[in-house]
């Protein structure tokens, strides 16, 4: 008795599942489709982990925005032998900055870093106005590493350092001389201006160094992230 009980359940549930509406089902899934999208929505918003690589030509200052970033005034910086990772809280995401030396021997490991970081620092040195063929040479440089194709659409924050220089370019003949809409014509990009040292200087004693940092600095790293 128990056992055609039994059966006779199972066949009332058979008959119910091919009776559902398809519609209902389909609402279903697509409840749990949105569930799962709000789900990675909301796990998205929460703090995140990021990798920044930091290049340019040798002596661009590099290392020294870097070290402004974090509060620290040495203005006798050694280069960059090989690389060196720096990490940093910002907000609530956990950046990681890959500073790469800039010589000649050292841009053959760069292209070893492109696949893993989220956007790209690129320091020029501004004050090269006047002198064309290290112009020429850091425009270069800029164009061949940016052609690759694990960098394209990857956000680039193009920074004009050595303002202080008497006769420095300015971000607008950067933009021009780098050729960037032409170059990047789908990455974001955005070019800022630092003092050299990256530290900042009084406006009615521009020759005296003040120790602490460009607000620059942090001003476009944060356009950046």
Known sequence: FICQELQ???????EDERTLPSQSKDKSIAGDMKTNKASSSAASSGPKNIQILVLGNGGA?????????QGKFDTNVRPTIG?????M???????????????VKIRGIWPEYFHDIHGIIYLVDSSVKGNEEASLESVQLFKD????????????LLVANKQDAPGALSADDIRELYALETLLPTSPYHVAET??????SSADEPE?????ADP???KSVEWLL
Do not use: W
């Not at 200052?61 to 970033?69: D, E, P, R, Y």
């Not at 690389?83 to 990490?87: E, L």
């Open 8 to 14: 006779s359940f199972m066949q009332s549930l058979d």
């Open 61 to 69: 200052g590099k290392t020294s925005f870097i070290n402004a970033l």
């Open 83 to 87: 690389f060196r990772p720096t990490n």
């Open 89 to 103: 809280l910002m907000g609530e995401d956990k950046v990681k900055f890959y500073d790469l030396g800039g010589s």
């Open 145 to 156: 590493t940016l052609s690759h194709s694990t960098l394209r659409d990857k956000p680039l």
């Open 195 to 200: 003092s050299s040292s990256c530290l900042s």
């Open 208 to 212: 005296v160094i003040e120790q602490e």
């Open 216 to 218: 620059r600095v942090e």
